[in-house]
């Protein structure tokens, strides 16, 4: 029992990673560089959770035409 509560206690303690996916190149870059934008000032504006460091993961789908 005490190991898996310390084992709990290590995931809990470390940092947050989100990521996301979206158009930053070709047809469709108008609508995924806004939402890159609005991510990023999100995490401008919380960068913390509950004591985790929040990091952000991105991916350009690159799609193109």
Do not use: C, N
């Not at 190991?3 to 047809?27: M, N, Q, Y």
């Not at 000032?41 to 350009?60: M, V």
């Amino acid at each position: 029992m005490g190991v898996a509560a310390l084992t709990a206690a290590s995931t809990w303690a470390a940092d947050l990673k989100v990521g996301f996916i979206t158009s930053l190149s070709g047809p469709v870059s108008s609508l995924g560089i806004p939402y890159d934008k609005g991510m990023k000032a999100a995490l401008a504006y919380k960068s913390e959770l509950g004591g985790r460091k929040i990091h952000l993961i991105q991916l350009d789908d690159a799609l193109s035409s």
